[in-house]
Nanobody, 115 residues
């Protein structure tokens, strides 16, 4: 079992920044892939970024150049630094862990980009 808890969401103006955090109950050294997804109202959940336990990252086109995913193995944390936020980034952001053949999700954190 992996429990994930996201934090760091909130209301931010267009052009602003937020850093989302995901705390894992399981050592993330053992978790092959950690990822951030988001789901906007009326839309399907979509991948934002992922990082494997070798540090390799991959980003959805929507976040390339603006978002950075990182992991801290000592703290069992995964982060998503989001810069130059746009109204279309408004969504609930979820942390996901791929561990021993199963997917685990956090409860999500709301990000709202609005003036």
């Amino acid at each position: 079992q992996v429990q994930l808890v996201e934090s760091g969401g909130g209301l931010v103006q267009p052009g602003g920044s937020l850093r989302l955090s995901c705390a894992s109950s399981t050592s993330i050294r053992a978790i092959y892939i950690m990822a951030w997804y988001r789901q906007a109202p009326g839309k399907q959940r979509e991948l934002v970024a992922l990082i494997n336990n070798g540090g390799m990252t991959n980003y959805a086109h929507s976040g390339e150049g603006r978002f950075t995913i990182s992991r801290d193995n000592l703290k069992n944390m995964v982060y998503l630094q989001m810069n130059t936020l746009k109204p279309e980034d408004t969504a609930v952001y979820y942390c996901k862990a791929a561990y021993q053949g199963r997917a685990y999700w956090g409860q999500g954190t709301q990000v709202t980009v609005s003036s």
